[in-house]
């Protein structure tokens, strides 16, 4: 043991001796118990959620056929459907642009992308079909899907860079 390490301990049990005498000192009615070290709660343990993420729960809450919760697949979403949410942006506590933000999300996942097949029903806010999936909108939802696929391919070969 190196004399700094004996000068921290000397220090320590110095301390200790003196928060003890005082304990014995103080008059025994003013003892009370220590208090015990609450656990942290989850909202100081979770990072903060995504507004984004959020806009999408109420979605999912709102309208279930629409937007479906994970295993079950998505759908593809009518044309305009934008336009359809706005009426329900105020019951949903949302604004316009966070209603944009959760609709670019939603339909730019891969999940989405895997369900934008030739001649699959695109559903309204109901679940009811209004319309079909193109060829053009099919094979475009293929070469996104492979561009991500790309791109999350180079990400993952590249070393990190240092700085």
């Not at 670019?104 to 109901?126: F, H, I, N, P, S």
């Not at 996104?144 to 391919?153: C, D, G, N, P, V």
Request: charged content about 25%; proline content about 9%; hydrophobic content about 40%.
């Amino acid at each position: 043991m190196g004399f700094e390490q004996l000068a921290a301990l000397k220090a320590q049990l110095a301390k200790q001796a003196k928060q003890e005498k005082q304990a014995k000192q103080a008059p025994a009615e003013s003892r009370t118990r220590k208090p015990r070290p609450q656990p942290a709660t989850k909202a100081a343990t979770t990072p903060p959620v995504d507004p984004v993420v959020l806009a999408i729960g109420k979605l999912q809450a709102r309208f279930p056929l629409a937007f479906p919760k994970k295993p079950a697949a998505k759908v593809p979403l009518k044309i305009g459907i934008f336009e359809d949410l706005l009426p329900h942006a105020a019951a949903l506590a949302l604004n316009e642009a966070e209603l944009r933000a959760a609709i670019r999300t939603w339909c730019r996942g891969q999940r989405y992308q895997a369900c934008m097949v030739e001649g699959a029903a695109r559903v309204d806010l109901a679940g009811q079909e209004a319309g079909q999936v193109t060829q053009a909108e099919a094979k475009r939802a293929q070469y996104l899907q492979a561009s991500q696929a790309r791109r999350a391919r180079q990400q993952t070969a590249q070393p990190p860079k240092a700085e």
